[in-house]
């Protein structure tokens, strides 16, 4: 498989079939890396020979030695590279995702191991921000943790994380991108962010009549409040979201909730 013919599907039969051992894997790599031409990533020259293993490329000017997995997620791991191509592939296509535990019982590969390659590719899949919400966008927050004896909802004493989610609805055809972080509190300083980073400012933003979003209206002039009997639209969704939200999450370290994260779904 060449560069002009770059794996998109999600059938894992055809991709079992393309990526058969590991020299396919370092030949659609190269084939992909340098696609429009070598340029040497140390002095920029463009003329190159063999390296020493195979399909990595010796600049004629430096002789600095560049793998095809060079500045990639796949760049000094611990496993072979074909065992790296399914774990990403199924990390994307996986509807429910797979836990780092599942992965590493299915390639024989200690969990710790599994865990931080994981994290790599989850850090990779991360958005560009280039893109914010636009058309309909449900805004919502809600709590994660376990449970605490004395500290119910959103005691200024527990040790639950509150979430904020916008959510992009396309009408008939269900939900499109969105965009969960953790906060501090729910007012309008925390949720002004979040808004600016992921939300146009053209969108038409539906949340409840919570009081820290009515500030947000002077930036964002169709943010629209409506009373929580009438959010019953979002909350149905909003399950959907909380599903795909721990699926995203499965095998994470408790302690990734320490600091403010990204998920893109």
Known sequence: MNAKEK????NSIEFNQCFKSDDDCYHYLASAKWEQGYKC???GHIKYGKGKKPY???C???NYDESPTAGTVFDKIKFSLLIAFHIVFKISTKKKGMSSLELSEEFSLRQKTVWEFKCKIQQTMRSSQQYPLTG??????FLVGEYEEGKPGRSSESKKKLVVVALEVLGNKGVGRAYAQVIASASADEFRPFFKAYIS????????EWTGYKPLQKDYPLLEQVPSNKFIIFYRIE????????RCIRGAKLNFFGNPFLILI
């Not at 309909?136 to 927050?141: F, H, L, R």
């Not at 400012?201 to 409840?208: L, N, Q, R, S, Y």
């Open 7 to 10: 794996y998109t599907g999600v």
């Open 41 to 43: 990533c140390k002095c």
């Open 56 to 58: 990595s490329r010796r």
């Open 60 to 62: 004629t000017k430096c």
């Open 136 to 141: 309909t966008v449900c805004v919502d927050e």
């Open 201 to 208: 400012k053209e969108a038409h933003i539906i949340t409840d």
């Open 239 to 246: 399950n959907r979201i909380f599903i795909m939200f721990f």
